[in-house]
Antibody
Framework: QLQLQESGPGLVKPSETLSLTCTVS??????????WAWIRQPPGKGLEWIGS???????YYNPSLKSRVTISVDTPKNQFSLKLSSVTAADTAVYYC???????????WGQGTLVTVSS | QSALTQPPSASGSPGQSVTISCTGT?????????VSWYQQHPGKAPKLMIY???NRPSGVPDRFSGSKSGNTASLTVSGLQAEDEADYYC???????????FGAGTKVTVL
């Protein structure tokens, strides 16, 4: 069974770029037909889908974040990544990576990583 | 403001049933049979409980069931147990522009 683990800085300064990586274990990121997703949850609030990438590199982004988001796959490292530019305090959240096996729901999630935007 | 509307809280005694609603529009819940439900315990990652309106992933107890009528989906937890106390989020596919929307979550308390 595929497992996911997020990693990256826990503190980012306002106006800078948030960068996170999700490492996939238990299988190859390139041999599957899954979508690889990023979802976030501000403290005490609900879930927000950020975007997804299909293993062939096709990306889908939340329209409200599209101008600031880039999701990419690093096949040799079996990882996929999130970059969110021009961050503000409103981007403070727990960021989860997740697997979407058929394009319509999130089967399995990483444990999440808290990113705080503060100077 | 979340795209899907859920009640903030619901409760029931052990053994009873609780039903959580999730109301959207014809552009999301009503337009596709791609409603999913997630359980989240404090400090933990969400867990998929129901997909495609009423299907349970392997390992999810059959006490959890889902349904949909028009623009409103529902999750029912029958035979409530202490471990069912958690936050529950609904989600729906919303077409090729918006893709995915979530509800704000419902906190289920086992009395």
């Amino acid at each position: 069974q595929l497992q996911l683990q997020e990693s990256g800085p826990g503190l980012v300064k306002p106006s800078e770029t948030l960068s996170l990586t999700c490492t996939v274990s238990g299988g190859s990121i390139s041999s599957s037909t899954y979508y690889w997703a990023w979802i976030r949850q501000p403290p005490g609030k609900g879930l927000e889908w950020i975007g997804s990438i299909f293993h062939r590199g096709i990306t889908y982004y939340n329209p409200s974040l599209k101008s600031r988001v880039t999701i990419s796959v690093d096949t040799p490292k079996n990882q996929f990544s999130l970059k969110l530019s021009s961050v503000t305090a409103a981007d403070t959240a727990v960021y989860y990576c997740a697997i979407d096996s058929n394009g319509y729901y999130f089967d399995s999630w990483g444990q999440g990583t808290l990113v705080t935007v503060s100077s | 403001q979340s795209a899907l509307t859920q009640p903030p809280s619901a409760s029931g005694s052990p053994g009873q049933s609780v039903t959580i609603s999730c109301t959207g529009t014809s552009s999301d819940v009503g337009g596709y049979n791609f409603v999913s439900w997630y359980q989240q315990h404090p400090g933990k990652a969400p867990k998929l409980m129901i997909y495609e309106v009423s299907n349970r992933p392997s390992g999810v107890p059959d006490r959890f069931s889902g349904s949909k009528s028009g623009n409103t989906a529902s999750l029912t937890v029958s035979g409530l147990q202490a471990e069912d106390e958690a936050d529950y989020y609904c989600s729906s596919y919303a077409g090729s522009n918006t893709y995915f929307v979530f509800g704000a979550g419902t906190k289920v308390t086992v009395l």
